[in-house]
């Protein structure tokens, strides 16, 4: 408990602030991932924060950990505030757009949003209450193109690339393998799905005897087991990565024949989505990958599956997760609306690397300059000073306050501003400024007209 | 009732949502707003949308108005999640996150924020429950420079310009010429001003006899109010808008010279923040004005106040107010932190300029170009395209399902896409795509390597 007297005033728990510094970093990064979103023709939405909370709870909302809406002091006879809760995804209040909107709207409907989304979970470390997801959904009217499955994985690989965050892989897999060779088994698809999502949680004994409890004829499955090998082993990888990518897809799609009409089904779209990815996009291959092993927990996804790893940070779990589900929003629209999509929990990734140090906040202050009066005459100057240099699209601050000199300096060299223009009386009748780098602490004097062009090539 | 069967899928009342084409012109507003924030170096900041509740009532909220969080099937041995509510403004956040954060910070800490607030007022028409603000706030540890209330004038008329929504005014005064005036006149300064504050909204007759029953000597009153007429009359107007500034500095002056030391004081900080925005920061003085008739509500302003007209349309209200008051955070620190701040209205200001024809949104999407294959055979060809004009800067997207084209063609039309880019099998073995200019129609052969050069003249 921190403040004064009767208050405390820290964070409710679960819902993180950041320092100064930290923030501008994070706001960066915001700006980054929007920016490959709109590149890629990405219509960017906001919806409200707050849906009715039946139709949250109609699309999977867990009541446990969803937040109900209440006034504080509530009046009874106005009912228009009950039943409202905050969204806890992006796809509910994505499916309700759809439905609300639906004959407004032109299909292939190409979506992002950056925001908060809430979920009343226990607390514990990197787990928010409050958090900003990034998602993208292409939503299809009827049917929608595979292709479209490759396109979302260029656009997170981007998006990645250019947060600098270390080596990371996307995983992509196609459900369809998995589900048809469940059937192929003779085993339940489900039970199956969620047999493999524990595969790497739980050791090779619980996995082998929770295979065996679904009592299909062992030999089958061994040999099952035994062709993952091809599409998995040293071979596999060693030729994806060197570009022997028509090997790689031959063994996918043997892998998916040996099973049936649908696991070859699936098999044929992972490699199509390989290859656009490959061969049409140029993404690094160092930076997605065919992983036959995924499963991805959500039930409603029905082919395509992604999630990517941070390479050296395994620990951090998925950063990005994904796939293609058949309807998006069954329940609100009896129109057919198929879908691929793919989210990034921000605040957690963000987190979790300046925790590990991957990324490091420096800059507190967007400022470039600030413009310092020695003497109190200098004033009026250095404010029209500070105008001109905003009008030409320099950063420029004016410090106002009565201090030292050697205080104003430290305003600059604590909130990371690289530059400092002083001016006192001297200077003011010369027309000069005394420009200080406040990296190298070099003074130079410049003529007052020449300034714009000084910062022009500095900045 | 909109939807299907039992769901209820429209938004809650109070929480508004737009179309992509208005969302896509509101999110440009946002970015508008955020880039002059920034360029006069304020530091962006968000905190979370929930805070303590106790905190919140403590300063000022409405518990009437004020929504608690509760979770929908709530856990009773896990009271983490209770007594936390949603920010009903910046400014309390802003405060918490200053006592917070305070041996972190450094002063003045100028920080901006754009983002939702929530308020459960009664549901009617321009009313919301989530809407976002936009604030910019200087914040001094002990002391705060009278030039820092200069400076955000500067900062929201630049905003306004930019934003393109005819003629507005920011009305500037100092609340302390009114309340020494209150004092001089012997009449109690908040009942005064709250006389001020409802003087347009009352009738001459009302006015008068609630002036009347502060008992003050009315003589002394009725003079009073005389005075005002010389820093309000067509002689007065006319010196501002000419450029007579030194007249009308005069006059303020002298008025409040003429009520006692507060009143003076008062007079000079006003025509201080006058003089640096007319002649430092060269504010047009179209866009700001002395308005001595201006009281704000809010008890805490205590010095500078701003309010902003639009002049064709006074029926919107203040789309910007603010003010300087004494101490943004008492009853969470000790630390004495005076500051000045001012706060745009955003959604509800964006929904009066759509519905009163003030903007037009016209495009939905961000894309540049739309590459459509007339032939199956020149996709390939084309998600090359596609990907070689992204990476030189343009936004461009596949058209991936499989349909006619001119339902293609309509695609580009409804999301307001300027140019379409086509290849069929002839195209695809010459090595040229087609390129149609969806406004004026025309379409031209351009050679594949000359793809780019083309759009970079044309966007």
Known sequence: MIGMGKFDISTPSGFPEFSPAAEQLRQQWVATIQSVFTKYGFISLTTPLVEREENLLGKGGNAKEMYALKRVHDDPNDKSHSGNALRFDHTVPLALYVARHFNDLTFPFKRSVIGPVFR???????RFRQFDQCDIDIIGNGKLNVSNDALVVAVIVEIFQKLEIGEFVVGVNNRKILTGMAKDLGIDPKAFL??????????????????????????????????????????????WVSGKTQACYNA?????????????????ELVLVLEILDKRLKVDRR????????????????????????????????????????????????????????????????????????????KASPTQALLIAADEEAMPKLLEIGADLRASGIVAENYLEDKKLSKQFDYADKLGIPYCVVMG????????????????????NVKVEDLRQVFDKAL
């Open 287 to 362: 930076h997605f990958a065919p992983n036959l092993f995924l499963a991805r927990g959500l039930d409603y996804y029905t082919g395509t599956v992604y999630e990517t790893m941070m390479i050296r940070h395994p620990e951090f779990g998925s950063i990005c997760s994904g796939g293609r589900y058949d309807d998006l929003a069954e329940i609100f629209t009896r129109k057919k609306l198929p879908g691929v999509g793919i989210s990034i929990g921000l605040t957690r990734l963000f987190a979790q690397c300046l925790l590990a140090g991957i990324i490091t906040p420096t």
């Open 120 to 126: 009343g979970e226990r607390a514990q470390k990197g």
């Open 194 to 239: 969620d047999l493999w999502d524990d595969r790497e949680k739980i050791s090779e004994e619980a996995f082998q005897s929770r295979l065996e409890s679904f009592q299909a004829q062992s030999g089958k499955v061994i040999a099952a087991l035994e062709k993952f090998k091809s599409i998995s082993d040293e071979d596999f990888v060693k030729n």
């Open 425 to 444: 009386e001297n200077e003011l009748r010369d027309g000069v400024v005394q420009v200080k780098d406040m990296t190298t602490g070099e003074r130079e």
């Open 252 to 268: 996918i799609i043997k892998f998916g024949e040996s099973f049936g009409e649908e696991s070859l089904r699936g098999a044929r």
